[in-house]
């Protein structure tokens, strides 16, 4: 008999223990090794049976050894200590306290998905790890983030495997007593509710549960709540579940209840309400309506003011390359939830429709993109690598006009990881006995000095390591698929601690090619079953439900592992998670990634391989395109731009087996006397004491504070202030522009110079400019120029705004300037007039510009 409801019973703690619960309720310890090591003397078996959870170890330890415990003088001291060290680490300036009153006083972070710790599932992949990173980074620097999710009570899934290589998927129910939460309660001890309105009169309320992250507090919404229905109560049921109305409630919940659920955190607990708004892709769009709405309520504004202020503190973050990983929602399904008798006064439907039209080139008019959405509801937005920010600027440059893809307002900050979590003890113990100033962030080339035979021993250690845990894995596995004990016995012999290992770990959409190594299977096996220089390989990934193409890709790969000859050398390892993720990047020597470039948005596993010793063998895509420098690893040869899919993974395919035949194993088994191989130690010193500095999650959120935070802040300030005159102002002054903007025109240029134009001279230009009743200081006139290719496009060109002009009559203006010529060879220049006004973030944020009719000037001239 099953019970009907499955809940968690707290152990009530000795006196003395108490500080136990304190060090649990703060995540914190999901990267302090100290704490773990706390947690982990309160009942070392236990500790490995509930897997390293301490919720679950204090609800299953013993009374009697609670008893011992809350009289164990040592133990207790080391508890005391653990607890102050705690506090002191909550309380204590750090690096963000140094920054000064510009630094914005508080930053709410919103994102689907958080992956902060295996113990905690609401994570399905890189974008829930990339926040979990980014909220524990942002603890270690004081930066006072207050971070939005929801609380999914199913997560993502758990992945086992059929007896023929399926993918199946479970859905464990999370009891939220069972975790490390707490529930955000008025004064008087009543739970937090956030309400949203739906169609026909209904209301969608949740409850707020608070996870403290570090310094970090951590809002996740649920409404599994008895106010709701049965439907309203499943909507925070799985992370990605559903489509239509399911997925687009989750994101209202989101964006419009996270806002709420921040003013009632704030309300309550006095922490300073925050003045920039960080969306981390497009799930959360909606909270820029819910700031409009409480503007236009609130301070009297109108919406098109209120979207000002509300987008100058907003930063919208794009993880995706893919198309197809944007929501997107029919529009009447927008104009049912937002219009109606559901519309909020002064927030009209068909300007929230309009904020998600597809209004460039070549978009569906019938859809409202919640990417789009967010791109315009925020003054500042940035792709995750250089590659992605171009990929971003491509995809998105038509919301910008004419201005060409170089200019799209769409900058990045490369992804970083967070080192506490994803680094090997043993390597930190390492840094900290050799080259301790690595481990305060400075002084990366003190790498180069650590004795050889010392990262070789830690990184067997660490290979070792993988290995046993891949066995335990894999014999779990087998039985799940219902093996017995006599046909799985060849898994005590499976893997070795002594063979070049190579790991590979993705979710599993069609381009990142799980397959690819499959290509052509003879080679793989020969591979692995080389004789002299075997290897050995450990996967792991994922396919949402409903993709089925994902899930034959896995198929094939466990079917060709599941062969008697390569099973030992080869492993499929389900249910990809945190902690799996943590082992393989800890013991993989190389980990390989072969998406189709450029549709990796960045990728961070491979820079977590790298912090432990290992190197990196990629196809240049994501964060890999920019730091691979010959040294660090190997660079997969990309056959960008073929027309035939096929022939394109066959191509790249061969050029990997011949890296890993020809160049990987090679170095890795040309050891000297002493057993070492010197060549394979010098790359990873070198990867290390390079790639250290640039991967890490604190060099990330400092280019967010500094690039983004800050600057977002200050525009906020400045929409605000007065009564929010900025944004009365500007709203105003767009208005005017984009009314008046039809009537500007670029009528006449011309330009004199040498017959022979000689560098180091200049050009003369002349401009006659109609500026259709707008005022000169309303418009910048600008001269562009620089080297231009065989269709006389500019190339990487060079701004200069001309004078501030004189009236020529007839309202025009004339204006003049000069070009410099800088280079030799071909050479040309063009002009713009575009909008100017000191709150514009950029030149190219309304999207307007002005170009002469045709080419005029000296353009393709030979400058010698």
């Known amino acids: 008999m099953k019970a009907i409801r499955r809940f968690t019973v707290r152990t009530v703690l000795p006196e003395p223990l108490r500080g136990l619960e304190e060090l649990i309720l703060n995540l914190r310890w999901s990267w302090h090794h100290e704490t773990l090591d706390l947690f982990r003397s309160v009942d070392p078996a236990l500790w490995e049976f509930v897997g390293h959870d301490p919720v679950r170890l204090l609800g299953e330890v013993s009374a009697d050894r609670l008893d011992r415990l809350s009289t164990d003088r040592r133990f207790l001291r080391r508890l005391q200590d653990s607890t102050e060290e705690l506090r002191e680490y909550l309380t204590a300036p750090r690096w963000y306290q140094e920054l000064g009153d510009e630094a914005p006083r508080s930053i709410a972070y919103f994102s689907p998905e958080y992956g902060i710790t295996a113990a905690l599932p609401q994570y399905s992949g890189g974008l829930g790890i990339l926040a979990g990173d980014h909220l524990k980074t942002a603890s270690d620097l004081g930066v006072p983030i207050i971070a939005v999710g929801l609380l999914y009570r199913h997560g993502y899934f758990s992945q086992s495997l059929s007896p023929d290589g399926w993918q199946l998927e479970h859905y464990p129910a999370l009891d939220p007593n069972g975790l490390p939460l707490a529930l955000l ?17 209904r209301d969608l309320h949740a409850q707020v549960w608070l996870a403290r992250i570090g310094r970090v507090p951590q809002l996740l919404l649920d409404s599994d709540v008895e106010d709701n229905d049965q439907a309203a109560r499943d909507i925070t049921d799985r992370l990605y579940g559903g489509g239509g109305d399911h997925r687009l409630l989750q994101e209202m919940l989101l964006g419009i209840g996270g806002v709420r659920a921040i003013r009632a955190y704030c309300r309550i ?46 930063v919208f973050t794009t993880h995706t390359p893919v198309p197809a990983g944007i929501d997107r929602f029919p529009r009447e399904l927008i104009q049912r939830y937002f219009g109606g008798v559901n519309e909020e006064p002064g927030v009209p439907a068909e300007r929230i429709l309009e904020l998600g039209a597809e209004t460039y080139p070549d978009g569906d008019r019938t859809v409202f993109n919640m990417a789009v959405m967010g791109m315009r509801l925020a003054q500042r937005v940035n792709g995750v690598s250089e590659l992605h920010g171009e990929v971003s600027r491509e995809m998105f440059g038509g919301l910008w006009g004419g201005f060409d893809t170089a200019e799209v307002p769409i900058g990045s900050i490369t992804n970083g990881v967070h080192a506490g979590t994803w680094v090997a003890r043993e390597v930190l113990d390492l840094a900290a006995r050799e080259v301790p100033s690595v481990i305060e962030g400075r002084g990366w080339d003190g790498v180069r000095r650590v004795p050889e035979q010392e990262i070789w021993r830690v990184r067997r250690l660490l290979r070792e390591r993988l290995v046993h845990d891949a066995r335990r894995r894999l014999r779990d596995s087998w039985h799940q698929r219902g093996a017995s004990d006599a046909e799985i016995s060849w898994i005590a012999d499976a893997l070795d601690p002594d063979v070049l290992t190579i790991g590979f770990a993705r979710r599993v959409p069609s381009y990142k090619r799980l397959t690819l190594m499959m290509r052509d299977p003879e080679r793989l096996r020969a591979l692995l079953l080389d004789p002299e220089r075997p290897v050995q390989i450990v996967i792991a990934g994922k396919s949402h439900p409903a993709d089925e193409g994902g899930k034959r890709l896995i198929q094939e790969i466990v079917r060709f592992a599941d062969a008697e000859d390569v099973r030992h050398r080869i492993v499929f390892l389900p249910d990809y998670d945190m902690d799996l993720g943590r082992s393989l990047v800890q013991g993989c020597d190389v980990w390989m990634n072969n998406p189709l470039r450029p549709l990796e948005a960045c990728g961070t596993s491979g820079m977590k391989a790298a912090l432990n010793g290992g190197l990196n063998l990629s196809i240049r895509d994501g964060w890999w395109d920019e ?47 002493a057993g070492l191989p010197r060549r394979w130690l010098e790359m990873v010193k070198h990867t290390i004491a390079t790639l250290g500095p640039k991967v890490l999650a604190t060099r990330m959120l400092r280019d967010y504070v500094e690039g983004y935070y800050v600057p977002a802040a200050a525009a906020a300030r400045a929409m605000a202030a007065d009564g929010y005159s900025g944004a009365r102002t500007l709203s105003a002054w767009k208005q005017r522009v984009r009314k008046a903007w039809p009537g500007v025109a670029v009528e006449h240029v011309e330009s004199t110079g040498a017959d022979s134009p000689h560098v180091g001279t200049r050009l003369a230009v002349r401009v006659m400019a109609d500026l259709g009743g707008l005022d000169p200081a309303d418009v910048a006139v600008e001269a562009v120029y620089g080297r231009v290719d065989e269709t006389d496009a500019l190339i990487d060109p060079s701004y200069r705004e001309l004078g501030e002009g004189e009236p020529a009559g007839g309202g025009r203006m004339r204006y003049l300037g000069e070009v410099p010529l800088t280079r030799s060879g071909s050479f040309g220049y063009s002009v713009r007039v575009v909008p100017r006004h000191p709150l514009l973030a950029g030149r190219a944020e309304m999207g307007l510009i002005a170009l002469p009719p045709a080419p005029h000037g000296m353009t393709n001239g030979d400058l010698r």
């Open 269 to 314: 607990t006095g922490h300073p309400a925050p003045e920039v708004f960080h969306t981390n892709e497009g799930h959360a769009g909606f909270l820029g309506l819910e700031r409009i709405r409480e503007l236009v309520s609130g301070a009297g504004l109108g919406f098109d003011e209120a979207l000002e202020s509300a987008r100058a503190g907003t």
């Open 627 to 673: 730091w691979y420098d010959g040294q660090n690893g190997w660079a997969i040869p990309s056959a960008d731009g073929l027309a035939a899919p096929d022939r394109r993974d066959t191509l790249e395919a061969a050029a990997l087996y011949e890296l890993i035949e020809d160049h990987v194993a090679v170095t890795f088994y040309d050891r000297d006397t």
């Open 185 to 201: 309660r008025e004064d008087d001890g009543t739970p937090v509710r956030v309400t949203i309105g739906l169609p026909q009169g």
